[in-house]
């Protein structure tokens, strides 16, 4: 059935006749055949396309994944660490980084009256993400009760839903920190940046390759200080002593030692975040990422009609 739609979109696209086809997701399989051929095709990865957790690589996904790629006249990739996955996979080519752009009006410090009521006589962590356990949301709830009761008013603000939400508020019970974290749930994007305002600084306990980790970004953003795990593409966004710190994944007491690092030295922090924000600004708005994918799509649609 999958092959049989991928051959029905093929065909209208034949018939429309666009300037570019561009493909979100490298196809596996056989519906990978439905780019063969196709006019002025640029292929997107993003992540699980290329990057996969807990197990092997599946059965013929290399095979099908070079197929793919060598129909595209350009390959687009958020960062180095997905480029590289992908030239891995496929064998040769160029891959462009186009990556991810961070809305910096919508994600933009607010220091004056818009943190959450009490926000400003606690310590706050954050975390915002899945509740599933590749993102390491157990670990952080460890590293978290082992300094909540180092002298200050701690909280952990926990954001987002998952399959993990039961067992880890099972775990702030049996960790003794049940009174000191927030489990918010899911919330819309737009709201992320009120949360994040009130926040001292981001955690980003990862345990897998993760392609980007564009929430790392949006809280430099904030010019929130970040910890984060040195792993898959998130030691292209956070600046190791810079933008905030990387430590080993799955590390409880790595992580832990990074948070009590910037908890106890407010100054620390605040540079970090203001690094984070010139960092951002620098390089990852939307605008600068739109440009960055018209000048892919203005260089496949001059190589002729093909």
């Not at 979109?9 to 034949?14: F, G, I, N, S, T």
């Not at 891995?88 to 991810?100: C, E, K, M, Q």
């Not at 919330?187 to 345990?207: G, I, W």
């Not at 922090?269 to 600068?288: H, I, K, N, P």
């Amino acid at each position: 059935m999958r092959l049989l739609r991928a051959l029905e979109v093929r065909r209208a696209v034949l018939r429309l006749r666009p300037d570019i086809v561009n493909v979100h997701m490298s196809p596996t399989g056989p519906t990978a055949l439905a780019l063969r051929h196709l006019p002025r095709l640029v292929v997107t990865v993003w992540g699980s396309d290329v990057v996969w957790h807990g197990g092997r690589e599946p059965a013929g996904r290399r095979f099908w994944l070079r197929f793919a790629l060598r129909q595209a006249r350009a390959v687009t990739a958020a960062s180095r660490f997905l480029a590289e996955r992908a030239r891995s996979l496929s064998g040769d080519g160029t891959v462009d980084i186009v990556p991810f752009g961070v809305d910096c009006e919508q994600f933009s410090p607010r220091k004056e009256g818009h943190a959450e009521a009490g926000a400003a006589r606690q310590v706050r962590i954050g975390f915002v993400k899945h509740l599933e356990r590749i993102y390491g949301p157990d670990i952080l709830l460890r590293a978290f009760a082992h300094i909540a009761d180092d002298g200050q008013d701690l909280r952990l603000v926990i954001v987002g839903d998952g399959s993990e939400r039961g067992r880890l508020q099972e775990l702030a019970g049996m960790l003794g920190v049940a009174g000191r974290v927030e489990f918010r749930g899911h919330l819309p994007h737009e709201e992320v940046p009120r949360v994040l305002s009130s926040l001292s600084v981001f955690a980003m306990p990862t345990v897998c390759e993760e392609g980007f980790g564009v929430a790392a970004l949006e809280a430099s953003a904030m010019e929130l200080p970040v910890v984060a795990s040195r792993l898959g593409g998130i030691p292209e966004v956070v600046v190791d002593g810079e933008t905030g710190v990387l430590v080993a994944p799955g590390n409880v007491e790595a992580l832990a030692g990074a948070l009590k690092r910037l908890i106890t030295d407010p100054e620390a922090a605040r540079r970090m975040g203001d690094a984070g924000r010139r960092f951002v600004l620098s390089s990852y708005t939307w605008e600068r990422s739109v440009e960055a994918m018209e000048a892919v799509y203005a260089r496949v649609a001059g190589r002729g009609d093909g």
